[in-house]
């Protein structure tokens, strides 16, 4: 009698399907998520701090490795009570994951209610913290937050321009009082200036006066002159973005519009301005060709080059550099300041996280007129799928060789029985 005609044989086959019922399924992974995710909501209420900053980490990494809109759905007022909760203390740490978590809440929820409504409850706390940091790590965190929750939750120009002003005044304190005086950090003016520009994408109109604006570019001018090159890039995007949107060009018709101030005043306003556009010119012509020297980065001059030399091509015959960034099988195209500022800003906000929420993210794909590349029905592989699902590390991986070891075991069993018979 066969061996594998027997009842042992029935068994052994069963175990052999039972074993490759064992291998966790997308779904029984996303439900381990989700526990660890309500397990970190729960976390947010305890007393220790470095039990708060590594459920907030916790929450950071879930929310930049998927689209957690389940989780989102059920618990958004609540992590976000919690999260502002968070902002108020004393920890760098904790405010700066908090910030991050309130930034990318934004991006997970989309247009809509939730999203005002995350602007509106955020932008006080955030401000006030602001007004009351000290450090750096913590102060760019929550620029870059505030930043993130007006890109999207920002219904009207009076949200954005209210977000740009308390972003602006962290390098400008005369323009709120009860701001703490200090000297900002090169990190903190080159976040500032980024956040800000990120902002400046989604005004249609400068409504700020001839006079401000005459000043924000006499300050921008002044940080093409410093030693950090992440200041100098910063300005120079700032100002890109100024000459693509036309805001300079207005200058002379409000100049010549005002109501205020006399002929002459207008006048000396407009050879003034003429005069600092055409040092700004010069200046940037001068670091699209500056030599390194010594102890330079050759990373952050080859950038810096590679900016100017694409904003001096644009002031010279008004065409803004295209870039391709690529996102599984498909590619984001921009040929705009506007677009690759966005797409800049929010690379850098969602690191490891990019490409998931590229390839998934609605609002995203919206923002950048983007359709992600299917394969095969199915979106392609994030690789904290890859390692969640395919490393030989893994449960699926550890499930996959304890079968691959069955089935063998198997096979040589067929093989000696049937020798033998």
């Known amino acids: 009698m066969d061996l594998f005609d027997s009842d042992d044989d029935t068994c052994s086959l069963s175990s052999f399907y039972t074993m490759r ?28 701090s470095s039990t708060r900053e590594q459920a907030l980490a916790s929450i950071v990494d879930a929310f930049k490795s998927d689209l957690q809109h389940e989780f989102v759905e059920k618990n958004f007022a609540t992590l976000l009570d919690r999260c502002l909760h968070c902002i108020k203390k004393r920890s760098t740490k904790e405010s700066s994951l908090a910030s991050h978590v309130i930034g990318l809440l934004a ?17 006080t706390p955030l401000s006030q913290a602001l007004k009351s940091s000290r450090e750096a790590l913590k102060i760019t965190s929550i620029l870059e937050c505030l930043a993130v929750i007006t890109f999207v939750g920002g219904a009207n120009a009076e949200q954005t321009e209210r977000s740009m002003q ?24 080159t976040t500032v200036v980024s956040s800000w520009t990120f902002l400046l994408t989604t005004v249609d109109r400068w409504t700020l006066g001839p006079k ?4 924000t ?9 410093k030693d950090d090159r992440s200041v100098r890039i910063a300005a120079g995007e700032a100002l890109a973005l100024m000459f693509e949107l036309g805001i300079l060009e207005k200058f002379d018709a409000e100049a010549k519009g005002s109501d205020n101030g006399s002929v002459k005043e207008e006048s000396e306003a407009l050879i003034n301005m003429h005069r600092l556009i055409s040092k700004v010119t010069d200046q940037v012509r001068d670091l699209a060709v500056e030599a390194g020297g010594k102890g330079c980065a050759k990373k952050d001059l080859n950038t810096q080059r590679s900016l100017f030399k694409d904003l001096v091509e644009f002031l010279e015959g008004g065409v803004a550099p295209e870039t391709s960034t690529r996102v599984g099988g498909a590619s984001i195209e921009t040929s705009t300041w506007c677009q690759m500022i966005q797409l800049n800003f929010l690379k850098h906000f969602l690191g490891g996280g990019f490409i998931k929420h590229m390839q998934e993210n609605e609002f995203l794909h919206d923002v ?41 075991m198997i096979s040589l069993t067929r093989k000696f029985y049937s020798i033998s018979s």
């Open 368 to 408: 950048f007129s983007f359709t992600p590349k299917k394969i095969g029905g199915h979106s392609t592989m994030t690789n904290e799928e890859k390692r969640l699902f395919q490393s030989p590390n893994s449960a699926v991986g550890k499930a996959r060789t304890k079968l691959m070891n069955k089935e063998r």
């Open 166 to 189: 308390i972003i602006w005044q962290m390098i400008d304190p005369k323009l709120v009082s009860n701001v703490v005086a200090t000297k900002p950090s090169p990190a903190v003016i």
């Open 212 to 215: 401000i604006l005459q000043e």
């Open 107 to 123: 991006l997970t929820v989309g247009l809509g209610d939730q999203a005002q409504e995350n602007l509106e409850e955020s932008v």
């Open 21 to 48: 019922s064992e291998i966790p399924r997308m779904d029984e992974v996303h439900v381990q998520k989700d526990v660890m995710l309500d397990q970190s909501l729960d976390a947010l209420y305890e007393k220790r």
């Open 217 to 225: 570019v006499t300050y921008l001018s002044t940080l093409l002159e």
